[in-house]
């Protein structure tokens, strides 16, 4: 069965960094465009980067340059970069393919607040 598992969140202070890490199972991850996505208390589920199996990357432009987007091959692992975060960055932050969606992980709760 196919997971998705998030972690790295936490509380921060505006300004602050965190480093998410999303590990998933190799016979999804090879090859495919993974993303990350986040979901604030009642709003929808909205996309903030991508990374093609070619390293290409995307981002929402809420999170230019302050967001990056990595992913490790050997280990089935794709990670997020967040520096300078702002108090609308909270939400709850998942990853999943892009091309197509598996079932979603738990998520891993960012929170930004002084």
């Known amino acids: 069965q196919v997971q998705l598992v998030e972690s790295g969140g936490g509380l921060v202070q505006p300004g602050g960094s965190l480093r998410l890490s999303c590990a998933t199972s190799?016979?999804?991850?090879?090859?495919?465009?993974m993303g990350w996505y986040r979901q604030a208390p009642g709003q929808e589920r909205e996309f903030v980067a991508a990374?093609?199996?070619?390293?290409?990357?995307n981002y929402r432009d809420s999170v230019k340059g302050r967001f990056t987007i990595s992913r490790d091959n050997a280990k089935n692992t794709v990670y997020l970069q967040m520096n300078s975060l702002k108090p609308e960055d909270t939400a709850v932050y998942y990853c999943?393919?892009?091309?197509?969606?598996?079932?979603w992980g738990q998520g891993t709760q960012v929170t930004v607040s002084s």
């Open positions: 190799g016979s999804i991850f090879r090859g495919n465009a």
């Open positions: 990374i093609t199996g070619g390293l290409n990357t």
């Open positions: 999943n393919l892009i091309t197509y969606k598996v079932p």
